[in-house]
């Protein structure tokens, strides 16, 4: 049995550059208080957000922040048909999370995303047998490219692993010319900067590769040693800071850039590492979007730790 995404199979060629350059939130995945998936609140997420914030480089879906373990592969095939029929713009990339724990279900679930019509697949590192190595992951990210319709983002997040993807597996996996990017959320600005200088190193047949910023913590630090931008949880409450904080890196404005980095950390942190999902969706609920629920086990947020979300975030709320 194979899910299929039927009407929506052509894939939107993009250069590949344009791919792994700018701002993308991880958006959430959106369910009911009985853990059923709204996919009219997330498509009215999507449309919000790209419609108020243009300049965003476009969406990651099914992302950590889209609870992508806890949802079926007909679910990630509805999620994913709903999202691509609400991004409008065709200059807006939309990039799947399509991460699985075998090679062989990695491979499923981004043929599915390539029928879907996306432009990318971040593929997270698998991570149940912590004994894999170096070798195992250079061979599952090549199996899954050398089959792959669209091109490949690799995606390291230790937090949520438990497993590193190291710099040398990146460097060799970096060579392959359907593997375009890494989104790195280790918060290792050597490791990004490194990467960031091989990436230079590339021949014309090895294409390109880009690094990106896995958390809106330290976007600032992590672009100031080359990276291309940044998927993070913060684009979704806050796009326009994050937006502006590239920009002003981008100006040149480096004193600006890091006044605004510093006022960012503490409130990244609270929707990230701090209250997780959960916190993320409290945040989305307060900043006029719909953030629903989070899907059992994960469990919404204690009145207190609500409260303190509020406060944190109340210099930005809209005046009632």
Same mark, same amino acid.
């Given at each position: 049995?194979?899910?299929?995404?039927g009407?929506?199979?052509?894939?939107?060629?993009?250069?590949?550059? &344009?791919?792994?350059?700018? +701002?993308?939130?991880?958006?959430?995945?959106?369910?009911?208080?009985?853990?059923?998936?709204?996919?009219? @609140?997330?498509?009215?997420?999507?449309? @919000?957000?790209l419609?108020?914030?243009?300049?965003?480089?476009?969406?990651?879906?099914?992302?950590?922040?889209?609870?992508?373990?806890?949802?079926?592969?007909?679910e990630?095939?509805? +999620?994913?048909?709903?999202?691509?029929?609400?991004? %409008?713009?065709?200059?807006?990339?939309?990039?799947?999370?399509?991460g699985?724990?075998?090679?062989?279900?990695? +491979?499923?679930?981004? @043929?599915?995303?390539?029928?879907c019509?996306?432009d990318?697949?971040?593929v997270?590192?698998?991570?149940?047998? %912590?004994?894999?190595?170096?070798?195992?992951?250079e061979?599952?990210?090549?199996?899954?490219?050398d089959?792959? &319709?669209?091109?490949?983002?690799?995606?390291?997040?230790?937090?949520?692993?438990?497993?590193?993807?190291?710099?040398?597996?990146?460097? &060799?996996l970096?060579?392959?010319?359907?593997?375009?990017?890494?989104?790195?959320?280790?918060?290792?600005?050597?490791?990004?900067?490194?990467l960031?200088?091989?990436?230079?190193?590339?021949?014309?047949?090895?294409?390109?590769?880009g690094?990106?910023?896995?958390?809106?913590?330290?976007?600032?630090?992590?672009?100031?040693?080359?990276?291309?931008?940044?998927?993070?949880?913060?684009?979704?409450?806050?796009?326009k800071?994050?937006?502006?904080?590239a920009?002003?890196?981008?100006?040149?404005?480096?004193?600006?850039?890091?006044?605004?980095?510093l006022?960012?950390i503490?409130?990244?942190?609270?929707?990230? %590492?701090?209250?997780?999902?959960?916190?993320? %969706?409290?945040?989305?609920?307060?900043?006029?979007?719909h953030?629903?629920?989070?899907?059992?086990?994960?469990?919404?947020?204690?009145p207190?730790?609500?409260?303190?979300?509020h406060?944190?975030?109340?210099?930005?709320?809209?005046?009632?």
């Amino acid at each position: 049995f194979r899910v299929s995404c039927g009407s929506l199979s052509s894939t939107r060629l993009k250069d590949h550059h &344009k791919i792994t350059k700018g +701002i993308f939130p991880p958006i959430p995945t959106i369910f009911d208080q009985h853990g059923r998936l709204n996919q009219d @609140q997330i498509a009215e997420n999507v449309e @919000q957000l790209l419609n108020e914030n243009p300049n965003l480089s476009g969406l990651v879906v099914l992302g950590s922040n889209g609870e992508y373990p806890f949802l079926s592969m007909e679910e990630k095939k509805t +999620i994913w048909k709903t999202v691509r029929r609400s991004v %409008k713009n065709p200059n807006h990339v939309i990039i799947a999370g399509s991460g699985a724990n075998s090679t062989a279900e990695t +491979i499923e679930t981004t @043929q599915l995303a390539a029928d879907c019509g996306f432009d990318a697949a971040m593929v997270v590192t698998p991570y149940y047998y %912590k004994s894999m190595g170096d070798l195992a992951f250079e061979k599952h990210y090549t199996e899954v490219a050398d089959t792959s &319709k669209i091109p490949i983002i690799l995606y390291n997040v230790p937090m949520f692993t438990s497993v590193e993807l190291s710099t040398p597996v990146i460097e &060799k996996l970096a060579r392959h010319r359907n593997i375009i990017g890494l989104k790195e959320s280790s918060g290792d600005i050597v490791k990004i900067g490194s990467l960031v200088q091989m990436s230079r190193s590339l021949q014309p047949d090895e294409g390109t590769f880009g690094v990106m910023a896995g958390s809106g913590s330290y976007l600032f630090p992590a672009m100031a040693v080359g990276a291309t931008g940044g998927v993070m949880a913060l684009a979704n409450i806050l796009p326009k800071e994050c937006l502006r904080l590239a920009q002003l890196f981008s100006d040149g404005d480096f004193k600006a850039a890091q006044e605004l980095q510093l006022s960012l950390i503490q409130i990244n942190h609270a929707v990230t %590492k701090g209250y997780g999902i959960p916190g993320l %969706k409290q945040a989305m609920n307060l900043l006029g979007f719909h953030g629903g629920h989070p899907r059992s086990p994960l469990l919404p947020l204690s009145p207190s730790d609500a409260d303190k979300l509020h406060a944190l975030l109340a210099p930005f709320l809209n005046p009632k």
